[in-house]
């Protein structure tokens, strides 16, 4: 069996597996990528991991070379999309589970390509759903919102977004939108953009964060110039160990959990199963939790 990572490939009784990463490791990924490993262990697969650095071409050559040193399956977690037609066709008919950032369901076809992935609509709307609940005493239902998106073109920024505004709306707010932009999910850019957006001196009530690492640099901003997230929450997405330490510290208000071992086990025991003449249905769900300070604890 064969799996990549990000890019891997899956041989029958496996003896070497790999995987390509679409863009430097986060926290999400590395642990998505471990829970592979580990299941790839159990079941006697060699799993090897490549990092395609971005680069969509990079990926379609690593899927290729996969395919053709006789793996049975590939995982793969895309650089882009909207490639997913490209990468399915550079495996040359060997089956590709795409785990993480699933392409349109149009994609997905029995014994040529699979999805494991969670509902990003889900995981907006929790925050959505937590918000509405922190401020349900707010007499003004006017929320003037920052916003920090990720990668533009990324199947989570847009849903990740939009549902967890249609969730205030829902709600009764009227939502403000004082700041919006890319910092790609990474927090050092986080923490810059808020930084400047915060030196304008626009009112900011609630910072929401498509992932947990913009969400911690949204909070090193706010320290900096000496204000908590008592003074403006902040919500991030994902539930990595470091945004679980934030809530239980005090300082991150809420995330929602998206099951990185989940998704990377999930994707090789489908890939397994495909292999072995089961039969798994195209797309599987793994679902998001909140994660607040009231249930923290069964989170670290």
Not at 17 to 38: E, I, N, T, V, Y
Not at 271 to 287: M, Q, S, Y
Request: aromatic fraction near 6%.
């Amino acid at each position: 069996m064969a799996v990549i990572a990000e890019t891997a490939k899956i041989l029958p009784k496996v003896t070497k597996s790999r995987w390509a990463s679409p863009f430097q490791r986060d926290q999400f990924l590395s642990s998505l990528d471990k829970a592979a490993q580990d299941a790839a262990a159990e079941q006697g697969i060699d799993l090897t991991s490549q990092d395609a650095q971005k680069d969509v071409q990079k990926q379609i050559d690593q899927i290729a070379t996969f395919a053709s040193q006789g793996c049975k399956a590939i995982i793969v977690n895309p650089v882009e999309i909207d490639t997913a037609d490209a990468l399915i066709s550079a495996a040359g008919g060997v089956p590709v589970f795409f785990v993480n950032r699933l392409p349109d369901e149009s994609v997905f076809k029995e014994g040529i390509a699979y999805g494991v992935g969670s509902d990003e609509l889900q995981s907006g709307g929790f925050q959505g759903e937590f918000l509405a609940g922190y401020f349900a005493d707010r007499t003004d239902k006017t929320l003037n919102v920052a916003i920090l998106q990720g990668i533009i073109g990324h199947p989570a920024t847009n849903k990740r977004t939009d549902s967890a505004l249609q969730g205030l709306k829902d709600a009764g707010f009227t939502v403000n939108e004082v700041f919006k932009d890319t910092a790609e999910f990474d927090r050092a850019k986080a923490m810059q953009l808020i930084q400047t957006f915060l030196g304008t001196g626009k009112p900011v009530d609630v910072i929401v964060a498509n992932n947990d690492e913009m969400a911690l640099g949204a909070i090193e901003a706010l320290k900096a110039v000496g204000k908590t997230t008592k003074d403006v929450p902040v919500v991030g997405i994902d539930a990595t160990s470091e945004g679980v330490a934030s809530i239980a510290a005090g300082d991150l208000n809420a995330s929602v959990f998206q099951d990185a071992v989940g998704q990377g086990a999930g994707a090789l025991e489908a890939a397994a199963k495909v292999v072995t003449g089961e039969k798994v249905d195209l797309i599987t769900w793994i679902p998001f939790k909140l994660v607040t300070p009231e249930n923290v604890a069964d989170y670290q």
